[in-house]
């Protein structure tokens, strides 16, 4: 199940949202305020691990630590 960062337009929530189906309509509905007004945002999630170097880490290691 994906999870989903979500803006709401109503009140300016942000909140996440685990999607049970990527073909399922569910309405999601803002935490806060309860309005269907919501929007998915933009997620970096792929580039923080790049950033962090914690994807990339094992081969840093192993070129630096190799000589």
């Known amino acids: 199940m994906p999870l989903y960062e979500y803006v709401c337009e109503s009140c300016g929530t942000f909140f996440e949202y685990w999607v049970r189906s990527a073909s399922a309509k569910e309405e999601i509905l803002c935490p806060e ?3 269907s007004q919501v929007n998915k945002k ?3 999630f792929g580039m ?3 950033s962090s170097g914690g ?4 081969g840093d290691s192993c070129s630096t630590g190799g000589g």
């Open 33 to 35: 305020c309860k309005s």
């Open 42 to 44: 933009f997620s970096t």
């Open 48 to 50: 923080k691990g790049g």
């Open 55 to 58: 994807g990339f880490s094992s």
